[in-house]
Nanobody, 126 residues
């Protein structure tokens, strides 16, 4: 079982930046592909970014390319999401997720992730 705890959310003005962190409970975290999703009120959860277990490749939603960066520090069992040039429509609860089986490739689909954090609120004011 992998437990994930997100942090770093908050209130920021449009155009500002935030860095989210997701700490995993297990040392074997380094074997899992990780991702960030977000969910705004009344909307479905959507993919934001994903990273391979070794950090060797990353994937981004088109809407965040060039502004968001996903990274990981396996020694600290933590994955990060650096968010720059934030927009009001990106206000949402941001969740990190881990794939169920070690060494699986990253996925854009939420149903392919078996472990989820509780989420952290990001509010972007206009």
């Amino acid at each position: 079982q992998v437990q994930l705890v997100e942090s770093g959310g908050g209130l920021v003005q449009a155009g500002g930046s935030l860095r989210l962190s997701c700490a995993a409970s297990r040392r074997t975290f380094s074997s899992y592909a990780m991702a960030w999703f977000r969910q705004a009120p009344g909307q479905e959860r959507e993919f934001v970014a994903a990273i391979r277990w070794n950090g060797g490749s990353t994937n981004y939603a088109d809407s965040v390319k060039g502004r968001f960066t996903i990274s990981r520090d396996n020694a600290k069992t933590t994955v990060y999401l650096q968010m720059n040039s934030l927009k009001p429509e990106e206000t949402a609860v941001y969740y990190c997720a881990a794939r169920i089986t070690p060494a699986q490739a990253p996925s854009l689909f939420s149903h392919e992730y078996g472990y989820w954090g509780q989420g952290t609120q990001v509010t972007v004011s206009s």
